[in-house]
Each structure stands twice: as C-alpha cells, then as structure tokens.
C-alpha cells in the first residue's frame, strides 16, 4: 500500500484503520488533518507515527527534502489539528518538539523507521519532530 495518497486515506477512514493502520510489519500510520494555509480545506495526510507520554509523535521528514512538507507548513500556520487513529478521531494542538526534548523523540521515531536518520542526512534542513497533543 502507498503511504501517500487519497486511496489510503480514503481505505484507512472507511474501515477505521482496518486498512491502512499497519502500513508494514510494525509500523503504524495515522491521518493527520490540517487546514490549508491558503484554502482553509482539510488537508488529510497518512503519517507514521510513535506515541510518547500519552501523546502521538510524527517526522516532517518530506523523505529529506530541502522543503517542508505541505502538512507541516499548515499545521505551522495552524496548530490545530484533527487525527484519527484506527477507529479514534480527536482534536489535537500540534507542536515542533522542543530542542531538549527532540533527540529522544528522534531515537523513538528512528526505532520505527530507520529511513528517517536516512532522510536527516540528506538534507542541512534540521527535520521536525512533531508532537500531536490530544485536546479534550
């Protein structure tokens, strides 16, 4: 299955991430939805994700590009956000993790997907770890 794209978005929404959820053996994604800067649409993404002290943790890696990702430009605009994991859809307030905190969640993310440690080498653009807090 494609990571990107609407077809797994539209797969993981229709079963409740009973497709899509597990995208490979041990790694897991999620929908992350953010509001267009330019078109206030939502603007759903499927993202891998770890979850560290109760919150979910995403990579703006844009697979090592110079550039950002679209969803984090959004989100960086808008820090409210919309995720859905498996069957659980909630609001949450992104954040960019803080430079303290950062290199542990860097190893977290890096433990479900090497390729980000790949990515980070691939680029001088210091690559986001994303936190999505859930608001109740």
Known sequence: MALFGQ?????????DGGEGHEWRPGVYTLILTTKGRRSG??????????????DYLVVASKGGSDAPPAWYRNLSDDPEVEVQ????????????????????????????????????????????????????
Not at 7 to 15: C, F, L, M, S
Not at 92 to 114: C, F, S
Not at 125 to 133: F, G, M, S, Y
Request: aromatic share 10%; proline share 8%.
């Open 41 to 54: 649409q939502p603007r759903p993404t499927p993202l891998i994700y770890g979850t560290h002290d109760g």
């Open 7 to 15: 077809g797994h978005v539209e797969r993981y929404r229709q079963t």
């Open 85 to 136: 994991v498996e069957g659980d859809r909630f609001r949450a307030r992104a954040r960019t993790a803080g430079a303290e905190e950062k290199p542990a969640l860097w190893r977290r993310m890096a433990e479900i997907w090497p390729a980000y440690d790949d990515y980070q080498q691939r680029t001088d653009r210091d690559i986001p770890v994303v936190v999505l807090e859930r608001v109740e």
